[in-house]
């Protein structure tokens, strides 16, 4: 009966620390993360535009660099934002940075990576860093 109770306990110990490290981990940099597409942005919009249903099948919660001039940039409770211009005046890639970023001004030619989260009048890309000026 001793011996139920101890791997019992020694089970449950095991669980709770795999549980607590599981919580408290933090997620992978975007940057370390290999990019599974290479866009310019009017090149990405137009694929939003053209077919929704099979762009957010192909671009959908994927790791996305898009390259492109930036129309705007704001900072925002630590959080910087970068507008990618896309050529259409209606809609652009928006790129929220995990953090703030005060180097990108608007008007620099630049390649962002992030994870596409879709498109509604633009696109967004979540958790977004600057690889490229």
């Known amino acids: 009966m001793k011996k139920i109770l ?3 306990l020694l089970i449950g110990i095991i669980a709770f620390g795999l549980a607590y ?3 408290n981990k933090s997620p992978t940099k975007i940057d370390s993360m290999a990019s599974d597409f290479q866009l310019t942005a009017s090149t990405l919009l137009s694929s939003f ?3 929704e249903t099979t762009a ?3 671009y959908l919660d994927k790791v996305i660099e898009v390259t492109g001039k ?4 704001v900072t925002e409770n630590d959080k910087t934002t970068i507008y990618l211009n896309t050529g259409n005046a209606l809609s652009q890639i928006i790129c929220q940075l ?3 970023d005060s180097t990108i ?3 620099d030619q630049v390649t962002m990576k992030g994870i ?3 498109y509604l009048m633009d696109v967004v890309l979540v958790r977004a860093t600057k690889i490229k000026n």
Do not use: L
């Open 105 to 107: 001004k608007e008007g």
């Open 49 to 51: 535009e053209d077919d």
């Open 98 to 100: 995990e953090g703030k």
């Open 70 to 73: 930036v129309a705007k940039s």
């Open 21 to 23: 490290y599981m919580f």
């Open 56 to 58: 957010n099948e192909t």
């Open 6 to 8: 101890f791997a019992g």
């Open 116 to 118: 596409c989260t879709g």
